[in-house]
């Protein structure tokens, strides 16, 4: 835990498709030696990332087609 005894908050950003309860069951899984959650995690943050990337894309010209 974080200094102060309060969990971290997590914000869900426009455009996250994983609920982010998700993400965090795998990160600490992850964080305990599971290799089985590691390896699910990885691909996950990258569609995450891809997502957001689109919408940022979208964002700063809207004429670009949104999937890559």
Do not use: H, K, N
Request: proline share 12%; hydrophobic share 40%; with cysteine.
């Amino acid at each position: 835990m974080p200094c102060g005894g309060r969990p971290p908050t997590v914000t869900i950003a426009a455009g996250m498709t994983q609920p982010p309860d998700d993400f965090t069951r795998l990160i600490e899984r992850a964080g305990s030696g599971d290799a089985e959650a590691a390896a699910e995690l990885l691909p996950r943050v990258y569609d995450q990332l891809r997502a957001l990337a689109a919408l940022e894309r979208r964002e700063l010209d809207p004429w670009l087609p949104g999937g890559y």
